[in-house]
């Protein structure tokens, strides 16, 4: 069965601040996508990243990198200096590859930035 | 820009209403879902449609059903409210690998938050 497990529920950090989130995840497929979505105060979903499962490489965007390792089943999230405007709800999610398949969500992470 | 459309932000119905909840996208995908966001459990997905008149169960389906009779609407019904439905209510739409030139993410709509009395 596929699980994604998010442990922190909610973080508050100072603005300027690293800060990390960490998701870990289950499943037996030996190929899978890792995503990470942004839900800001508004409600709406936002796709932040997308990893496959044979890409263990390092990404940087801007402020934002993510850290994925197989050996742990772990695929961290971490905002460099952040700001206010990263104030969200950030969740992990698993799929298989394929138009018919689902994506499984992590409970989220509840993150403040505070000025 | 992919627009995901809700038809209400906010939704009160009274336990044993028949509840519909709208959800229309613009581009043309042919995956559709509905999850339900409750705090500390995350989205769970109640129902998600391929295409057209096709549809399948997730992992909470009971208590709802959907309709989808054209490719940009999916309807998700309530039979008869509980109060255990409260929620906030989220559909999302995809393109389909290989035509998905965005990396197979879903779009989210803003999402309906329900209360039933």
């Known amino acids: 069965a596929q699980k994604v497990t998010q442990a922190q529920t909610e973080i508050s950090v100072v603005e300027k601040e690293d800060v990390t989130l960490d998701c870990v995840y289950e499943?037996?497929?030996?190929?899978?996508?890792l995503f990470w979505y942004k839900q800001p105060p508004s409600g709406e979903l936002v796709f932040l990243i997308r990893r496959n499962s044979f890409d263990e490489q390092n990404e940087i965007s801007g402020r934002y990198s993510w850290n994925f390792q197989k050996s742990t089943s772990s695929f961290n999230f971490t905002i460099t200096a952040s700001q206010v405007v990263d104030s969200a709800v950030y969740f992990c999610a698993l799929s298989k590859p394929g138009g018919y398949n689902k994506l499984i969500f992590g409970a989220g992470t509840r993150l403040a930035v505070h000025p | 820009d992919v627009k995901v459309t809700q038809s209400s932000r906010y939704l009160v119905k009274r336990t044993g209403e028949k509840v519909f909840l709208e959800c229309v996208q613009d581009m043309d995908h042919e995956n559709m879902f509905w999850y339900r966001q409750d705090p500390g459990l995350g989205l769970r997905l109640i129902y998600f449609?391929?295409?057209?008149?096709?549809?399948e169960k997730g992992d909470i389906p009971e208590g709802y059903s959907v309709s989808r009779e054209k490719k940009e609407r999916f309807s998700l019904i309530l039979e008869s409210a509980s109060t255990n439905q409260t929620s906030m209510y989220l559909c999302?739409?995809?393109?389909?690998?290989?035509?998905?030139?965005?990396?197979?993410?879903?779009?989210f709509g803003s999402g309906t938050q329900l209360s039933v009395l």
């Open positions: 999302a739409s995809r393109q389909v690998a290989p035509r998905d030139t965005t990396n197979e993410k879903l779009f």
């Open positions: 449609s391929y295409d057209v008149k096709m549809k």
């Open positions: 499943t037996r497929d030996t190929t899978y996508y």
